[in-house]
T-cell receptor, first 110, second 110 residues
């Protein structure tokens, strides 16, 4: 089993819709979770970090964490064409290492 | 703007050669991590340095080595380059458990 898995893409949503990105992880001791956005040819850019069970909202983005289910998700409300990118889920099981998922490609159709 | 810079932006080498990639972080950022990102995949952890000492390593062979200097710069050295080493190499400065990435170096091995 891969350490961090994400829903396979590409994911296409119409402009204005909600995009839902999912991630599961295998290491139960993980305490820190991150979502990064990566545009083609660019480096990853931090969107959200979440550490406690529940929801965390930042503008149009909401991260959800369920440690019992080893599941973390990212919701993007009112999706815009500029949200089209690859979204990387990252998990920090120990302080000195971050494990990334393979990424989910999102395309927002005008 | 993450305050992390990398050089060069692009690099072309031939199989068997050696390469040195450079990264510079902001003053006071004592932890730097290096990642390899192959096309279509998530970043893979190579190693991390904290105050000039290696502080964790991923599943990469010894021909991948690094250095961190007192001026918050660091290097990734790769010996005996192989075709599969072609990738985007990312340096990340870690601040309070969160990784902030530089723009990356695109290495092509022919």
């Amino acid at each position: 089993q891969k350490e961090v898995e994400q829903n396979s893409g590409p994911l296409s949503v119409p402009e204005g819709a909600i995009a839902s990105l999912n991630c599961t992880y295998s290491d139960r001791v993980s305490q820190s979770f991150f979502w990064y956005r990566q545009y083609s040819g660019k480096s990853p850019e931090l969107i959200m970090s979440i550490y406690s069970n529940g929801d965390k909202e930042d503008g149009r983005f909401t991260a959800q964490l369920n440690k019992a289910s080893q599941y973390v998700s990212l919701l993007i409300r009112d999706s815009q064409p500029s949200d089209s990118a690859t979204y990387l889920c990252a998990v920090m099981p120990v302080y000195d290492k971050v494990i990334f998922g393979p990424g989910t490609s999102l395309s927002v159709i005008p | 703007e993450t305050g992390v810079t990398q050089s060069p932006t692009h690099l072309i080498k031939t199989r068997g050669q050696q390469v040195t990639l450079r990264c510079s972080s902001q003053s006071g950022h004592n932890t730097v991590s290096w990642y390899q990102q192959a096309l279509g995949q998530g970043p893979q952890f190579i190693f991390q340095y904290y105050r000039e000492e290696e502080n964790g390593r991923g599943n990469f062979p010894p021909r991948f080595s690094g250095l961190q200097f007192p001026n918050y710069s660091s290097e990734l050295n790769v010996n005996a380059l192989e075709l599969d080493d072609s990738a985007l190499y990312l340096c990340a400065s870690q601040v309070q458990g969160t990784q902030y990435f530089g723009p990356g170096t695109r290495l092509t091995v022919l």
